[in-house]
C-alpha cells in the first residue's frame, strides 16, 4: 500500500486529455516529413502534367497509413529499441571482451537493416525489371529477394564492427573511406565490362541508401557513442560520426559480390525474340524455377503477349516492344487489399521481434543486467511493429504508387508517352472502319476515328492490340510532348532538383545533425548552411540521376568521377569535417525519399525502355558529401584566415 501511494490516480479520460497533445505534435511531425514531397508530387502530375492520380482514394489511404505508421514506428524507436541501444553501448564495452562487442555489432548491423522500413521497397523492385534484358538482376529481386536483404545486412554488419573498431582504438575515418571507395570503383569499372553484372551496379550503389535510416542510424550511433565514453574518445568521433559513412560503402561491395555466384547459372541477356525461343528455354526456365512459372510470366507480360500473337516473331530491339500493359497501374480488391496486409504483418515481425529479442538477450542472459523500465521498452517494441505493419501497408498502397504514377507520366514533358491506366477495350471492333493516312514520306498509316466524351478524335491503329477471335480493340491513350523536347526536358530536370531540395528539408535526421555538427564546430558550420548545402546536393544528384535514365548512360560514368573527387577531398578536409561531411550522405535517404526515389527510378527508367533505373539514390547521396566537404574547406580557411588576422593585430598592438 506505501509502494503505490505516491502514484496519482488519472481516469481514462483523463489520460486521454494528457496523451492528446503529444500525439498531436508527433503526428504533424510526420505530416510535415511527408507533406511536401507528396502534394508536390500530385500537384506537378495534376496541374503541370495534367494527368489525373489513378486509384486516388487508395493512394490516399496509402500514405495515411505512411503517416500513422512513422508515428508509431518512430515513438517506438526512441521508446524501446534506442533506450536499449545505449544501455549496451554502455554497458558492453565494461563487460564483454573485445571479440564479443565485434560480434555483437556485426549482428546487431544486420539486424538493424532487416528493421528498416525502407528496405521492404527493394521486394517490389523487380517488377520493372525485364528477365531478357537483365536475367541476373531479374533472378535476384524475384527469385531470391532474400538474398539481397542479408548482403545488404552483411555489408552494414562489417560496417558497424569496424566502426567500432574505429571508435575502439580511435582511429581516422580517412583510410577507411579510402579504402573501401577503391575496393568500389575497381568493382563496378569490372562489372562493367560483365554482361550481367552491369546491371547489379545500381542496385548495389543505392543499397547503401537504404540501410541508412531511423532504426540503424540511432542504434550505431548510440553504440558508438557508449564505446567512445568507456576508452575516453573526444571531438567528433566521440559523437558516433562516421558510422553512417560506412554503412554506406559496404553494402555496395556485398551486394555486388552476390552476383558472383550466379553467374555460371543464369543466361546472358538477350532479346525478347531469344528470349521466348525453343532453343533457349532451358536457359531461361532457370530463371523462374519451373515451367509453370515461365508460362505465367509470359501471360502476365503483355509486351511479350502483344508481340507473339502476331505470328510474326519479336524484334530484336528491346525498344521495339509495344509496352501498354506493363505500367498499367494495378486495382486494389478486397482480396488483394488483404495480401498486402498479410506480407506487410509478416515483414513486420521478422523484422522487429529478432532485433527485439536479441538486444534484450544480450543485456540480460550475457551481461547479467535487469531490464530497466520494461514496461516502458516492451510497449516501445510494440508500437515499432505496429507502426512498421502500418508503414509497410502505406508504402505499397502509397508511397511506392504514387511514385511510380508520377514516373510513368514525368517523360510526357518531352516526349510522347502511353498512358496504360487510362487504357479501354473496344468490344465488336468493327475492322472496315479503318482508314489509311500518308504520311509526308508516303507512308501508310491505319487509323480509326473514336467518340471520346465530346469529341472525336483520330486514333493510331495497331494490330498487336488487337484480338481477332474476340473481337476487341485495347486503346491506349498517349500524351505529350507537352512543352517540346529542349523545354521539356528542362522542366523535368527543375522538378527533380527542387523535388530533391524541399524532400531533403523534411528529413528530420538532418535536422538533429545540423544541430550537433554546430555545437560541435563551436558555431563554425551554422546548422543553416549544413542543411541548405546537404539538400543542394541532393537536387543535383537527382538531376544526375535523371540524366543517367533519360540518356542511358552506364552509371559508372557519373558516379565513380564525383567519388573519386570526394575520395581526393576527404584527404585535404580536417578529420571532423569528413567524419560530418560523408555522414550527410546517408542521413538524406529517410523512410520517405528512398521508396519515393527509387518508384519514380524504375517508372521512368520502364517508360524510357532502360533496363534499370538504379542508382539515383546513390547519386542523391555523394553529391551532399562533395559539397559539405568543400564548405568545410572554405570555413576552415576563413577561420584559419581571420585568426591569423588578429593573431597579427595582437603582435602589432603589443609592439606599439
Not at 98 to 125: M, Q, Y
Not at 235 to 254: E, H, K
Not at 421 to 443: C, G, H, K, P
Request: proline fraction near 5%; glycine fraction near 10%.
Amino acid at each position: 500500500m506505501v509502494k503505490n501511494a505516491n502514484r496519482a490516480r488519472v481516469s481514462f479520460s483523463q489520460g486521454i486529455h494528457l496523451l492528446l497533445p503529444y500525439l498531436r505534435k508527433r503526428l504533424f511531425k510526420q505530416i510535415r516529413s511527408v507533406a511536401f514531397i507528396t502534394l508536390y508530387l500530385i500537384a506537378f502530375q495534376t496541374l503541370v502534367l495534367r494527368v489525373p492520380i489513378f486509384n486516388g482514394f487508395v493512394v490516399g489511404i496509402g500514405m495515411a497509413l505512411v503517416v500513422i505508421g512513422l508515428m508509431f514506428f518512430m515513438e517506438g524507436i526512441f521508446l524501446g529499441i534506442m533506450p536499449l541501444g545505449e544501455l549496451l553501448g554502455l554497458k558492453l564495452p565494461r563487460k564483454a571482451p573485445l571479440f564479443f562487442i565485434l560480434l555483437f555489432s556485426f549482428i546487431i548491423g544486420i539486424g538493424a537493416t532487416l528493421a528498416e522500413p525502407a528496405i521492404g521497397i527493394l521486394r517490389s523492385a523487380g517488377a520493372g525489371v525485364k528477365a531478357w534484358d537483365a536475367p541476373l538482376l531479374f533472378l535476384l529481386l524475384n527469385r531470391h529477394p532474400d538474398y539481397i536483404l542479408f548482403a545488404i545486412g552483411t555489408g552494414v554488419g562489417l560496417a558497424v564492427l569496424f566502426g567500432t573498431l574505429r571508435f575502439y582504438y580511435q582511429l581516422s575515418l580517412k583510410p577507411f573511406v579510402t579504402i573501401l571507395t577503391l575496393i568500389l570503383t575497381a568493382l563496378s569499372i569490372w562489372s562493367y565490362f560483365n554482361p550481367n553484372l552491369i546491371h547489379l551496379i545500381g542496385i548495389a550503389w543505392d543499397s547503401g541508401g537504404v540501410t541508412t535510416g531511423p532504426v540503424t542510424v540511432p542504434l550505431v550511433l548510440a553504440l558508438g557513442i557508449g564505446i567512445c565514453r568507456i576508452v575516453g574518445g573526444t571531438g567528433l568521433g566521440a559523437s558516433g560520426f562516421g558510422v553512417v559513412a560506412l554503412a554506406s560503402l559496404f553494402p555496395v561491395i556485398t551486394v555486388q559480390l552476390l552476383g558472383l555466384p550466379f553467374l555460371n547459372s543464369v543466361p546472358e541477356p538477350m532479346s525478347a525474340h531469344e528470349f521466348v525461343s525453343e532453343q533457349r528455354r532451358s536457359e531461361v526456365i532457370g530463371l523462374f524455377g519451373s515451367e509453370e512459372e515461365f508460362t505465367n510470366y509470359l501471360y502476365n507480360n503483355f509486351e511479350l503477349m502483344s508481340r507473339l500473337n502476331q505470328n510474326s516473331g519479336l524484334e530484336n530491339d528491346r525498344g521495339a516492344v509495344a509496352k501498354p500493359e506493363a505500367g498499367k497501374f494495378r486495382e486494389v480488391s478486397f482480396s488483394g487489399f488483404a495480401e498486402v496486409v498479410l506480407r506487410s504483418v509478416q515483414l513486420a515481425i521478422r523484422a522487429v521481434v529478432p532485433l527485439v529479442i536479441f538486444l534484450v538477450a544480450v543485456l540480460m542472459l550475457f551481461l547479467r543486467e535487469k531490464l530497466p523500465r520494461s514496461d516502458v521498452i516492451i510497449t516501445g517494441a510494440v508500437f515499432a511493429l505496429l507502426g512498421m505493419v502500418f508503414f509497410n501497408i502505406g508504402m505499397e498502397l502509397g508511397l511506392a504508387e504514387i511514385g511510380n504514377q508520377v514516373g510513368r507520366v514525368l517523360p510526357s514533358t518531352f516526349r510522347s508517352i502511353s498512358l496504360p491506366e487510362e487504357q479501354r477495350t473496344i468490344d465488336n471492333f468493327d475492322t472496315t472502319l479503318i482508314q489509311t493516312a500518308v504520311t509526308s514520306e508516303s507512308n501508310r498509316e491505319p487509323f480509326f476515328y473514336f467518340s471520346e466524351r465530346t469529341a472525336i478524335v483520330p486514333i493510331s491503329f495497331d494490330r498487336a492490340f488487337y484480338d481477332e477471335e474476340r473481337m476487341q480493340y485495347t486503346h491506349i491513350p498517349m500524351r505529350g510532348p507537352l512543352l517540346g523536347e529542349i523545354w521539356g526536358l528542362l522542366i523535368l530536370l527543375m522538378f527533380t532538383f527542387f523535388m530533391g531540395y524541399g524532400a531533403t528539408f523534411a528529413e528530420p535526421a538532418l535536422n538533429a545533425l545540423g544541430v550537433t555538427v554546430e555545437e560541435l564546430t563551436v558555431g563554425t558550420f551554422k546548422r543553416g548552411v549544413l542543411i541548405n548545402a546537404v539538400a543542394t546536393g541532393v537536387g543535383i544528384g537527382l538531376v544526375f540521376g535523371m540524366i543517367r535514365i533519360i540518356w542511358d548512360i552506364p552509371l559508372v560514368y557519373v558516379l565513380l568521377p564525383p567519388y573519386l573527387l570526394v575520395l581526393l577531398f576527404t584527404w585535404i578536409s580536417s578529420e571532423e569535417f569528413v567524419a560530418v561531411g560523408w555522414d550527410c550522405g546517408g542521413v538524406t535517404t529517410g523512410p520517405v525519399t528512398v521508396p519515393l526515389v527509387l518508384a519514380m527510378g524504375l517508372a521512368i527508367g520502364g517508360q524510357l525502355d532502360v533496363v534499370e533505373g538504379f542508382g539515383v539514390l546513390a547519386l542523391a547521396s555523394i553529391w551532399p558529401i562533395l559539397i559539405v566537404l568543400t564548405l568545410g574547406m572554405v570555413l576552415s580557411r576563413r577561420n584559419k584566415l581571420y585568426t591569423q588576422d588578429l593573431t597579427g593585430k595582437s603582435e602589432g598592438a603589443a609592439d606599439g
